[in-house]
Nanobody
Framework: QLVESGGGLVQAGGSLRLSCAGS????????MGWFRQAPGKEREFVAS????????VYADSVKGRFTISRDNAKKTVDLQMDSLKPEDTAVYYC??????????????WGQGTQVTVSS
C-alpha cells in the first residue's frame, strides 16, 4: 500500500516536497516512480528511482526542477519540486515501476496528493 502526502497550494516559482509512504517488507526491493494527472489529461510519468537510489529518470518537463529520492529504512520516496510552474498543477501519485523502462506503473493507484501552482 502506498500513501501520498505533501501536496498543497503554492505560487509559481515556489517549492513543495511530496512524500510516498510504503509498507511491507519488500518495499526496498522495488523501483519507484512519481506520476501526475492534470484535469482533462492522461496520467503521465514524472520521475523514478531504482531500488537502491543510485539511478534516477525524469520526464523532460521536470528535469532540473524536480528531484526524486528514497529512504528504504523509512520506506519513503520523496519528490522535491522546485521552481514550480502553473502547468505542474495536478494530482500526484506514486507507484512501483517496471524494471523494463522505469516509467511504466506496475501496481494499483492510491488517492494521490493535489498540487496547485498559482500564477
Amino acid at each position: 500500500q502506498l500513501v501520498e502526502s505533501g501536496g498543497g497550494l503554492v505560487q509559481a516559482g515556489g517549492s513543495l516536497r511530496l512524500s510516498c509512504a510504503g509498507s511491507g517488507r519488500t518495499f526496498s526491493a522495488w523501483a519507484m516512480g512519481w506520476f501526475r494527472q492534470a484535469p482533462g489529461k492522461e496520467r503521465e510519468f514524472v520521475a523514478s528511482i531504482t531500488w537502491s537510489g543510485d539511478s534516477t529518470v525524469y520526464a523532460d518537463s521536470v528535469k532540473g526542477r524536480f528531484t526524486i529520492s528514497r529512504d528504504n529504512a523509512k520506506k519513503t520516496v520523496d519528490l522535491q519540486m522546485d521552481s514550480l510552474k502553473p502547468e505542474d498543477t495536478a494530482v500526484y501519485y506514486c507507484n512501483v515501476v517496471r524494471l523494463s523502462d522505469y516509467m511504466t506503473p506496475f501496481d494499483s493507484w492510491g488517492q494521490g496528493t493535489q498540487v496547485t501552482v498559482s500564477s
